[in-house]
């Protein structure tokens, strides 16, 4: 397996290609005894939380159980779009009328809210505005995109189009898909560099951010909660959690609302410009509708194809993973099937049952989680508005506080077992309905 798909010149097996010349700062120290905001979690959603409770005028202190930035931040493939993951049927069934006009007006503004913070704090992430592309699979898929449009259009300021098959190759040159859906406002980014600009926006306003500082005990004293580290406790007025996918004891009631599902990634050897402009001729972000799940780029130098997806919903091997990744890659490109592998790498998404990120607070915690796959931007977002509830300024109000986390009794939280289920009907039966749909 690894001398017919991995190069000569792989990376070790685990490391991320967006780490390849970055240089993580050392981060140690002890946290303070006090604050007026303690952030749990130093990804996007912390650090954000933590720039938004600063600026209101609070003592603001983060800790994070390993490095910084080395999670999910820094592992995802840097697409940047915030439209919403369900329906507006979908969300009216579960939610409500309002409550889904609300979400599908809010996408819009968290996309030009991130877009404002990296310009703001002058953050260097290779943020360009290239468009995504979701490539329909099935004809069916296709006709709930036209509906999906319709509804943008109506309910949000998300500027979209579909493009129909035979338009599709100044997109992507393959036979493999059926139309798309073209966000022309959407965006693409170096996933860790624009972590670091998160970063040092943090530490520019003095802000300790603790590394290898877990949270292992979380107790009340009044109105404030003391919140235990192997460096120290640390008592806050008020505690954000920002774990979202490595959320872990002692927060039960959130691990059985939100879970971690894998996503796979691989960087393919370094490709002249004229063989990615062949494959991608339009520049974009792309994802497909398929339950696969596939999302792919041309990395930010324009020179290796950058290529996720459900390799599996469980934690595999990585080289079975690449091998997985490299065969679906090689089926929508057909001559991708001699390109060696560089990088692969995993990382967790944090995902809610009902698929949609929440902002809310439960027994004195306050919390942004469960963002579903769309936490380059979502997160951020939503981080901010959790630090600014917790602070009871009134700007913190979101539509995604108007929605709950919920749990189903087949999950006690821990380890997601119901996830080898699941695992199983899709490779067994989802994808191959989708497989035989396609064919028609």
Known sequence: MGKSVFSDN??????????????????????????????????????????AAHDAGAKVVVIEAS???KGASSRNGGMVGAHPRLGWDALKASYGAVTA???????????????????????NCDYVNSGRIQLAYTQNHLTAQRVLVDWLDEKSAVKCSLVDAEHLAQEIVTPLYRGGLLFPEH?????????????NAVLRRDVP?????????????????????????????????????????????????????????IATEPLSPKVIEELA????MMVETRARHSYFRASPDGTRIIFGGRAAMVNVNLRTAALRLHDTMSEIWPSMKDTKISHVWTGNTGFSFGQMPVVGQHDGIHFAMGFSG???VLAPYLGAKAALQALGDPEGETAYSHIHLKTRWFH?????????????????????????????
């Open 10 to 51: 792989a990376v070790p097996i685990g490391q991320p290609y967006w780490w390849d010349g970055i240089d993580w700062p050392e981060l140690g120290g002890d946290p303070p005894e006090q604050a007026d905001l303690l952030v749990i979690g130093a990804g996007y959603t912390g650090l954000s939380a933590a720039i």
């Open 67 to 69: 490095v910084p930035g």
């Open 101 to 123: 006009d609300a979400i599908f007006a809010e996408s819009g503004a968290a996309l030009d809210w991130v877009q404002n913070l990296i310009a703001r704090e002058n953050i």
């Open 187 to 199: 965006g693409a980014l170096h996933p860790a560099k624009y972590y670091l600009g998160l970063l």
């Open 209 to 265: 951010v603790i590394a290898q500082a877990p949270a292992i005990s979380v107790q009340s004293e009044g109105a404030h909660k003391i919140v235990g580290t192997p460096k120290g406790a640390i008592k806050a007025a008020n505690v954000v959690l920002a774990t979202n996918g490595y959320t872990t004891k002692p927060f039960n009631w959130f691990m059985r609302r939100v879970f971690p599902i894998p996503s796979f990634l």
């Open 281 to 284: 001729p339009g520049g974009r």
């Open 374 to 376: 769309s936490g380059t």
């Open 412 to 440: 006690p939280g821990g380890c997601p077992h119901f996830l080898k289920g699941g695992e199983f009907w899709f490779k067994h039966w989802i994808d191959r309905r989708e497989n035989q749909a396609a064919r028609r």
